[in-house]
């Protein structure tokens, strides 16, 4: 595909500008992806491929919030399992400190800043954001053997964490609070963007978000938050293209800059 040139010093204020990206994350988390690569210069292509839906059963989860004693630790992997437990505070006459009155894991930033906006500051996010970092973690501060922990999760998600943690010798509690739903539609004209060469990069955020895409759209080339979604992708056969050093959103469209500088600066012709 052929792109307007840009004038000179262009490329290092708007180094996306002339680029289109499609952004399969849920609509309601898609904001800061979207700001981030729009203030870069990118035309964002909204492509939703999932959504979050809170389960309508959270008596469990209920019961572990106010469990005496408390439990050891709750780990929170994702903004949206943050969103899920302290929207639901209110509605059973509780408050941040049903979560606040134990120690509490957040796999990265992000969760991290979700826990903060509502009250929680967490005693522990690991330097790698994914779901092995959270028990090295733990074990490096001797919080396993014999600790109860509390997990509220995604119905899907991978037991990496609580099996690893069990292996240590903790007890472990894993509430699913919500599950990831493939949108649905068709996606035929996104893919015939994709064949034509008019969409520059597909972001994923989540394996969800790849499962999703390749249900709805087919098989792009990728530019994914970490190994464990690049693994996703390649075992659907898609070509991850560009993947982020650090596992989060800035790290993401970082990636995806130096990918498209690095082809500016080879000389490569869009096509």
């Not at 262009?10 to 500008?17: I, Y």
């Not at 389960?55 to 209920?62: I, S, Y």
């Not at 989060?248 to 995806?256: D, E, K, N, W």
Request: a neutral charge; proline letters at 6%; aromatic letters at 4%.
């Amino acid at each position: 595909m052929s792109h307007t040139p840009r004038p000179p010093g262009h490329a290092r204020v708007h180094p996306l500008a002339g680029r289109r990206i499609a952004v399969t994350r849920a609509r309601e988390q898609a904001g800061d992806l979207v700001r981030e690569l729009e203030a870069l210069g990118a035309e964002v292509v909204a492509a939703p491929t999932i959504r979050i839906a809170r389960l309508t059963d959270l008596a469990a989860l209920r019961a572990a919030l106010t469990r005496v004693p408390p439990y050891d630790w709750i780990v929170f992997t994702s903004q949206n399992a943050v969103q899920v437990v302290c929207d639901r505070l209110p509605e059973w006459g509780l408050s941040s400190n049903a979560v606040a009155r134990t120690l509490v894991a957040a796999i990265g930033p992000a969760t991290a800043e979700a826990l903060v906006r509502r009250g929680v500051v967490p005693d522990l996010v690991p330097d790698r954001f994914v779901a092995e970092a959270v028990v090295s973690a733990l074990a490096a501060r001797g919080e396993v053997l014999g600790k109860t922990v509390l997990l509220p999760r995604a119905r899907e998600a991978r037991d990496a964490l609580p099996d690893g943690l069990r292996a240590l010798g903790a007890l472990v509690d894993v509430i699913p609070i919500y599950e990831t739903v493939h949108e649905t539609g068709d996606g035929g004209g996104l893919a015939a963007e994709i064949l034509a060469g008019t969409i520059d990069a597909v972001t994923f955020t989540s394996s969800s978000t790849v499962r999703g895409f390749v249900e709805l759209v087919g098989e792009p080339v990728a530019a994914v938050i970490g190994p464990i979604t690049a693994g996703t992708a390649r075992e659907l056969g898609i070509a991850v293209a560009i993947e982020a050093r650090d596992y989060t959103v800035p790290g993401l469209v970082s990636a995806i800059v130096r990918h498209f500088e690095r082809d500016a600066g080879s000389g490569k012709r869009d096509t």
